[in-house]
């Protein structure tokens, strides 16, 4: 399993920077998708340096600026784009935090949780918003993306995972319930694109549901072996 999981992931890398450089804002859409949602799908704790993971999804936020940078023509509509309203009520709702934590008893860990929510909630936001209009070639490359990744990290937990303690996790003890939201949030778009084909694949259905049925299968289980959703028989 370790080795398809390695050949898969290389070829993906291969395809992903043929795409990025013939495509950049598909490709810089498809990896910033893919480092928010899907980050823990490729195998960083195999590396000897530690954060590589964080530093490519904020590559792909610095890449999403500099095409709009270089990309910017209507500059009133970019901007009511960036500041769209979703964008506006989090950025009040971190104004609150920010209060809230000023009269907190546990200060250091509030803040810890407010950095967090912010680097990996808002300025993905502020990144996608610098791609936009996103059509609905770019709601496409989105879902795909999303199932890969989902995908991915369900080789992952194959193929490095401990699926036989009462939860499943991968060598570098990331959070189990973090990588069955992942898996789950791919399972449930690959369910959605059943009920509506015409998203993913107008032509070709029977085909894509030969090859999409397994691999909804095996991510439905992969994210009950990831221990969230079972209980130790002791308990």
């Not at 993971?53 to 960036?82: E, H, P, W, Y």
């Not at 609150?96 to 934590?101: E, K």
């Not at 879902?143 to 060598?171: H, Q």
């Not at 070709?204 to 028989?233: D, E, K, Q, T, W």
Request: charged share 10%.
């Amino acid at each position: 399993m370790g080795y398809l999981y390695w050949f898969i992931i290389i070829t993906a890398v291969l395809i992903f920077l043929t795409f990025l450089i013939k495509f950049p804002r598909q490709g810089i859409l498809a990896g910033l998708t893919f480092t928010t949602f899907s980050l823990e799908a490729l195998p960083w704790h195999l590396l000897p340096v530690r954060g590589v993971a964080f530093s490519t999804q904020m590559c792909f936020v610095i890449l999403s600026l500099i095409f709009f940078l270089c990309n910017k023509k209507d500059i009133r509509g970019s901007l009511r784009a960036i500041f769209n309203r979703y964008l506006i009520v989090l950025l009040v709702f971190i104004i609150i935090m920010v209060m809230f934590l000023l009269v907190s008893q546990n200060q250091g860990y509030g803040q810890q949780k407010c950095l967090i929510f912010v680097i990996k909630i808002i300025v993905p936001l502020f990144a996608f918003s610098f791609l936009a209009p996103l059509d609905e070639d770019a709601l496409k490359i989105f879902i795909i993306t999303i199932i890969a990744g989902s995908l991915l990290t369900t080789m992952n937990l194959f193929s490095y995972g401990n699926i036989t303690l009462e939860r499943g996790v991968i060598e570098n003890f990331c959070n189990p319930i973090t990588m069955s939201r992942t898996i789950g949030l791919g399972t449930l778009l690959l369910l959605l694109s059943f009920l509506n084909a015409g998203i993913l694949c107008k032509k070709n259905r029977y085909v894509y549901y030969i090859v999409a049925v397994p691999v909804f299968c095996a991510m439905l289980f992969s994210m009950l072996l990831s221990g969230v959703l079972l209980f130790r028989a002791d308990i």
